[in-house]
C-alpha cells in the first residue's frame, strides 16, 4: 500500500507514568503500552505504510511494524478516507426543562468569597420571591417544556431555606401542574445548611428532593470563609443539620477551594467520611484577589488533582470502595458513554433561571446582568435573546475548536468566561488548562479501571450515584474503553 493512511484524530499524551491516545471525535480511549505503537502514531499523518514500514524497521523489524499498522486499521484508528471536522452547527432542543427558582437575595451567611460580595446590587438584599411569581415560573415551566417529560426545579437563594414555606408551596403545586400535564418533576436544593433542622430534613428527604450543601470542610477550613453576620464560623451548626439528612437523603457537598487553601484533599476526605454522598471542588471566581483562584493557583489545584486521582485509583482498586468524587465521575460519566458535549452546560439553553422578581436569566450565576436578561414572567419570553447560548457550541469557538478536550468539555462555564474576559466565547486560560488536566487524569483512571477490573465501572455509573441535577434524559451509547496493549490486542468492554 503506497497511498497515504489518515489517523482520526488522535491526541497521544502521558500522564503519571501512563501513555494513552484519545480518539477525539469519539471519546475511545486507548492505552499505548510499548514505544512502537507509539512512534507509528506520530508518523501516521506525514508517511505512507511502506515509508513507516522503511523508516522503522530496522529498529522493531518490518512484520512487527506492519502487525502494528494492521491493528490500527483494525481497531478504526486510520483510514483511507479524509477525517473533516464536524462544523454544522447543532439543533439543540429549545424547550425549557430546568428551572432555577432564586427564591430569595437574602442570606443568613455572609461568606467572604461569595460573588454575591463583588459589586452584586442584590448582597444583603431582603427581596424575596413572591408566592405569585412562584407559581408563574411553574407554569412557565409546563408550557415551554412543551412535549417534554422530565422536568427540574432547582431552590436557590440567597439562603432558599429562608423561604422554607414557599418551597412547600412550590413543590405541591408543581406536582399537581405535572401530574395534569402527564409529567415528571424533580426538586433540587442548594444551601448553606444551616437552616436544615430535623423537620427540614425529613420534608425534603419524603419529597425527595435532592440537597447540596456548601460545606468546605473541617471546622478550621470551613470557618475561614463560611461565617454567620458576627462573624462566628457556621462549620458546627451545618455539620449537625447535615447528620439530620445523611440517614434519610445522603446531601451531596460543595467545597469552594480559596487562594487562601488550595489542599482540598483534606476537606474531601473529611466529608466522605462524615457521611455525604458525594464531594465535588469548585474554584471561587470574582474579583476579590484574596479568595478568588488566579496565577499559578491552577498549577497547584493540577498537583492537588493528582493526589486525588491516587486516593481515588486505591479505593477503588484496592479496597472496591465507590469514591463520589464528581471532579472525576462526572467526566467519567462522558467518557464511559462517549457522550459528545457541543455545550458547556444547559444554561440558556433547557436551563434558565428566575430572580426574585420574576426575571429570567440563562443560569443562576447572571442573574442581575442586564445585557443577559432574558424577559420577564410576567411578559412574553424574549426567545430570541437566547441565541448568545445556542450558538455557543464548541466548534464555533476559535479558542476551543481545535482543543483536544472539546467534545469531553464543551467549552468553559459561561460565567467564567464572561468573568474574566467579558465575553462567554473566550475562556479563562487558566481554567481550560486546569479542566485539561482534570480530564487528563480522567482518561487515565478509566483506562486503569477498565483493565484492571471491569465491574467497577458499570459501579460508578449506577444512578443512585448520581448528583440530582443530572439530566435524566442522558443518551445511553456504545460503552467506552479500547487498548492497544503491548501486543496490541484490542480490548473493550462491550
Known sequence: MKKKLRKVELYKFEINGHTLALDVKKSRVFRIEDELTSEVIDLLNDLTPEEITNTLADRYGRKQVFEVLKEMEKAKIITGEDQKEEVSPPSPAREITALCL????????????????????????????????????????????????NLLIDFFGGEPLLKFDLIKTVVKYAKVKAQQANK????????????????????????????????????????????????????????????????KGSPFARITVTHQDLQFMKAVKHLLHQ????????????????WAINGDDFKQLEQEHDEAAKYFLEKMLKHHEFVPFYNFT???????????????????????????????????????????????LSSPFKNNRRALFLNNYVESKADCRQCWARYLCG??????????????????????????????????????????????????????????????????????????????????NR
Open 102 to 149: 432564586n427564591v430569595t437575595y437574602d442570606c443568613n451567611l455572609r461568606c467572604k468569597y461569595c460573588y454575591y460580595n463583588d459589586g452584586n446590587p442584590f448582597h444583603g438584599s431582603k427581596i424575596h420571591m413572591s408566592e405569585n411569581v412562584a407559581k408563574k415560573a411553574v407554569d412557565f415551566l409546563i408550557k415551554e417544556s412543551e412535549d417534554k417529560k
Open 184 to 247: 415528571r418533576v424533580a426538586f433540587g436544593i442548594t444551601t448553606n445548611g444551616t437552616l436544615l433542622t430535623k423537620n427540614v430534613a425529613k420534608y425534603l428527604a419524603e419529597n425527595k428532593i435532592g440537597v447540596q450543601i456548601s460545606i468546605d470542610g473541617n471546622r478550621v477550613m470551613h470557618n475561614r470563609a463560611r461565617v454567620f453576620r458576627n462573624g462566628k464560623g457556621s462549620y458546627d451548626r451545618v455539620i449537625l443539620n447535615a447528620r439530620n439528612l445523611i440517614p
Open 275 to 290: 457521611g455525604f454522598n458525594g464531594v465535588s471542588v469548585a474554584p471561587a471566581s470574582g474579583i476579590n484577589r484574596i
Open 330 to 376: 462526572l467526566p467519567l460519566r462522558i467518557i464511559y458513554f462517549r457522550k459528545k458535549q457541543r455545550y458547556p452546560c444547559g444554561a440558556g439553553l433547557f436551563y434558565l433561571a428566575v430572580s426574585p422578581e420574576g426575571d429570567l436569566y440563562p443560569c443562576h450565576r447572571f442573574v442581575g446582568i442586564k445585557k443577559f436578561f432574558l424577559g420577564n
Open 411 to 492: 467549552g468553559q462555564c459561561p460565567y467564567w468566561a464572561t468573568e474574566t474576559n467579558g465575553d462567554i466565547r473566550r475562556p479563562n486560560e487558566g481554567y481550560c488548562e486546569l479542566q485539561q488536566y482534570i480530564l487528563k487524569l480522567s482518561l487515565m483512571i478509566f483506562s486503569q479501571i477498565h483493565q484492571k477490573d471491569k465491574a467497577i465501572i458499570e459501579k460508578l455509573f449506577d444512578p443512585r450515584h448520581q448528583p440530582y441535577m443530572l439530566n435524566p434524559d442522558l443518551e445511553k451509547t456504545e460503552n467506552n474503553t479500547e487498548g492497544l496493549s503491548s501486543d496490541q490486542e484490542e480490548t473493550t
